[in-house]
């Protein structure tokens, strides 16, 4: 039982394009939610998060937007660029439920064509 | 230099040849979990500790042990392996568990059982 899903496994845009990355959650108990970047032969890398209680957030290029209604939640990278190729994960966890687990999805891999 | 070290990088051994993977941090983190990566499946979390003597189970623990004895370290122990935990393991660590604390990831453990 997939909690947290990617239903894009790969994803191809123009450099200087706006990428956007999809995830979607079904349990209702997480309130914190991140996305991870990941090179081949590396671990995984933080990128941005939010909690429940805000619906955007913000870090430069990378923008984290939450639709809890929808149990949606999207990354917008603009512009993307070449390095930003890798794979994307979207985790989300339950904490104020009192477990600190941390559920990811199963990737999405972004090629940014230059 | 902050990090996480996992040793060994690549590990084939047999089924049911008891094995440990190491994971080191410099960082003086509380939190540290296990993650196994497989295609199709992205990220699961198999333990995570909050502190010293503090464990749980992630997702996927069948199979797996952990231990905290020291903060620095969180040892991954396959009593038993078996073909289908062949996989690419990663070990990371945070400052404190969910929310507000980034993850920071070791660069993984590829482990094959025949």
């Given amino acids: ?114 | 230099e902050a990090q996480v070290t996992q040793n060994p990088r690549y590990l084939i051994t047999v089924t049911g040849k008891k094995l440990t993977v190491t994971c080191s941090q410099n960082m003086n983190h509380e939190y540290m979990s296990w993650y196994r990566q497989d295609p199709g499946l992205g990220l699961r979390q198999i333990y995570y500790s909050m502190n010293v003597e503090v464990t749980d189970k992630g997702d996927v623990p069948e199979g797996y042990k952990v231990s905290r004895k020291e903060k620095r370290n969180f040892p991954l122990i396959l009593e038993s392996p078996s073909p289908n935990q062949t996989s690419l393991y990663f070990c990371a660590s945070s400052l404190g568990g969910p929310p507000f604390y980034e993850q920071y990831f070791g660069p993984g453990t590829r482990l094959t059982v025949t």
């Avoid at chain 1, 191809?12 to 706006?18: A, F, H, L, M, P």
């Avoid at chain 1, 914190?32 to 619906?55: Q, V």
């Avoid at chain 1, 929808?70 to 930003?84: E, F, N, R």
């Fill in chain 1, 1 to 114: 039982d997939q909690q947290v899903k990617q239903n894009s496994p790969s994803l191809s845009v123009q450099e200087g394009r706006i990428s956007i990355l999809n995830c979607d959650y079904t349990n209702s108990m997480f309130d914190y939610f991140l996305w991870y970047k990941k090179y081949p032969a590396e671990g995984p890398t933080f990128l941005i998060s939010i909690s429940s209680i805000k619906d955007k957030n913000e870090d430069g290029r990378f923008t984290v937007f939450l639709n809890k209604s929808a149990k949606h939640l999207s990354l917008h990278i603009v512009p993307s660029q070449p390095g930003d190729s890798a794979v994307y994960f979207c985790a989300a966890s339950p904490f104020l439920a009192g477990t600190y687990k941390y559920i990811f999805g199963t990737g999405t891999r972004l090629k940014v064509l230059a």
